[in-house]
């Protein structure tokens, strides 16, 4: 630990962050997490108070600015109040410190999260309407929904097989759009987080692919007689009957599948590239921060740290 180090303790579900001040005290908010922190301001506290019995931690960083500037930055807010857990909270101030930059990952993360949670939740909400709206046989009977699919995947002249294909298409390009930015490039980051972030923004075109040509085969492998008129029927009721439901059912589960595969297969990869890339002792940590420099000088390298109070 060193002066000017972005320093965090975790407290359970959140974790705390600050500056070290390097001679024993920490600057960061205070004030008790989890209540309103009316009272809240930045403060410098004794490093134990700080701690408060938990175990201290060293946010890495790609690209930084030097300690001074860092020290400089810290100091002039000291007393300032306005903690907001979404748009000024603990983790903002200490990032803004070190890059000038106010950021936390913790925040953008849940965004991303309660965003692709919406995608999917209007997808759900919003296929059965459309479905029975599109079709030349109104409504939701087996004729309305395959009258629906049909007139769906006519768009690409194709028949009732493209059709929940066509139809998911733009929540899967919303669920890929989110997933990019979640995990978009950030220099301050360190080099091997980048880079699980370049996966993870990848796996998300791969996941929402895979997923659509998947979901049109499932259609086909349980109906009755392939990609016919009655087999996408059957394909269709069938895959429905697994969540409790029939033919509409069905059809919202292959439509809503790309956007759910692009989050959660982006952020699978994005999570066991990290664990894969990760330093296992602080020499390593080291020598991967030296190594951004190089590394960045050649590509364009692509990485969250832990929750903020």
Request: charged residues 15%; neutral net charge.
């Amino acid at each position: 630990m060193a002066r000017a180090d972005h320093i965090y303790v975790s407290r359970g579900v959140y974790t705390h962050h600050g500056i070290d001040a390097g001679d024993g005290t920490v600057i960061h908010f205070t004030g008790e997490p989890g209540k309103a922190k009316l009272d809240a301001a930045i403060a410098r506290t004794p490093l134990d108070d700080f701690l408060n019995g938990g175990d201290l931690k060293i946010r890495r960083y790609g690209q930084r600015d030097e300690a001074n500037v860092t020290m400089a930055r810290a100091e002039s807010r000291q007393g300032d109040a306005g903690y907001h857990l979404v748009i000024n909270n603990c983790e903002h101030f200490a990032t803004w410190c070190c890059t000038g930059r106010s950021a936390s990952e913790q925040v953008r993360g849940v965004g991303g999260l309660t965003a692709h949670g919406a995608v999917a939740g209007v997808t759900v909400a919003a296929t059965t309407g459309v479905v029975g709206a599109m079709g030349a046989v109104a409504g939701l009977s087996g004729a309305g929904i395959m009258s629906g699919l049909a007139t769906a995947g006519s768009l690409v002249g194709a028949g009732a097989a493209a059709g929940p294909a066509m139809i998911g298409l733009g929540p899967a390009v919303v669920g890929v759009g989110i997933t990019q930015v979640a995990l978009r490039d950030d220099a301050s980051l360190p080099v091997d987080e980048r880079k699980a972030r370049r996966d993870g923004r990848a796996a998300s075109f791969v996941g929402a692919g895979a997923s659509t040509v998947g979901g049109v085969a499932a259609v086909s492998a349980v109906g009755v007689s392939g990609l016919s008129a009655a087999g996408i029927a059957s394909g269709l009721a069938t895959i429905g009957s697994v969540v409790g439901g029939g033919m509409a059912a069905g059809t919202v589960v292959v439509v809503a599948a790309p956007a759910v595969a692009a989050a959660a297969v982006g952020a699978g990869v994005f999570m066991l590239s990290k664990w894969l890339r990760s330093p296992k002792n602080d020499s390593d940590a080291d020598n991967r921060t030296q190594e951004l420099d190089r590394e960045t000088a050649t590509e364009g390298s692509d990485g969250p740290p832990v929750p903020a109070t």
